[in-house]
């Protein structure tokens, strides 16, 4: 079974994102605006992830053919009440 979850973090020369997770690993990112002063405090208590991480992670998804992007996993997801980037 497979957990999609989201957080708020930086992304290096990015700025302040939503990062996207399949069981953890990083599969796409939402650049925030207009962040609000909650989703500023949030991303403050979570360490700061680069480009090359996200690109790593949603490689090796893909070669396992476990991106959610990509390809069709509903029947395996665990249910999730956020709203998946696809």
Known sequence: MY??????????KIGLCRIYYLNGLAFTF???QNPDSQTIDLANQNSWCTMDEIYR????????LCHPIIFELDAHLIHCE?????
Do not use: A
């Open 30 to 32: 939402d650049e925030i």
């Open 3 to 12: 957990r999609i979850y989201s957080d708020f973090r930086y992304v290096v």
């Open 82 to 86: 956020e709203e998946i980037p696809y």
């Open 57 to 64: 992670s949603s490689s090796y998804l893909i070669q396992e």
